[in-house]
């Protein structure tokens, strides 16, 4: 499902969160809705324009959240290249999070032991560690700087918003 960016009342981003969850803050009167996306979506009782920013009324300290792990954040990190074969992943729905070392073998879902991977290379390592499987990584798995991270995210924020952030940077 589609992110929505979440701005502070600073107008900083702050984090990115579900459709749902957005809808709610804005229907509890936590939020409003700076910008809306295309289309809509409906429950039992209501219909519902899709927002692409909320802003929370309340002053959130930024970038907190966005430490925290996301798949997301590895193909950012990676910049969409897959760490076996070192191929540009074309299409962002084709890229998948590999574990360096396998769950079955006590490996984690943190920044360091996350890399990106074509589907090819991700079918080929299956439950195997690089080393297991004859594959090498590109560089070693590292967790991102939050000012890269916030880069990716204020880029994207920006051309949604552009008019918006012009007036607000003056
Ligand atoms: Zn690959």
Known sequence: MRQ?????NAYE???QTSLARALM???AGKAEVTKYGPGVVTSARHVFRVPRIIR???YVKAYGRLLRYSNKGVWERDDYTCQYCCKK???RTDASADHVIPRSQGGRETYENMVTACMACNRRKGNQTPQQAGMRLARRPFKPSMSKRMA???REVK?????EWEMISR
């Not at 929505?4 to 502070?8: Q, S």
């Not at 051309?159 to 008019?163: F, H, I, K, R």
């Open 13 to 15: 981003c702050v984090s």
């Open 152 to 154: 990716h995210v204020a």
């Open 4 to 8: 929505v960016f979440v701005l502070n």
């Open 159 to 163: 051309q949604l918003l552009t008019e």
């Open 25 to 27: 803050l804005v229907e």
């Open 89 to 91: 992943i074309e299409f």
């Open 56 to 58: 929370i009324f309340q």
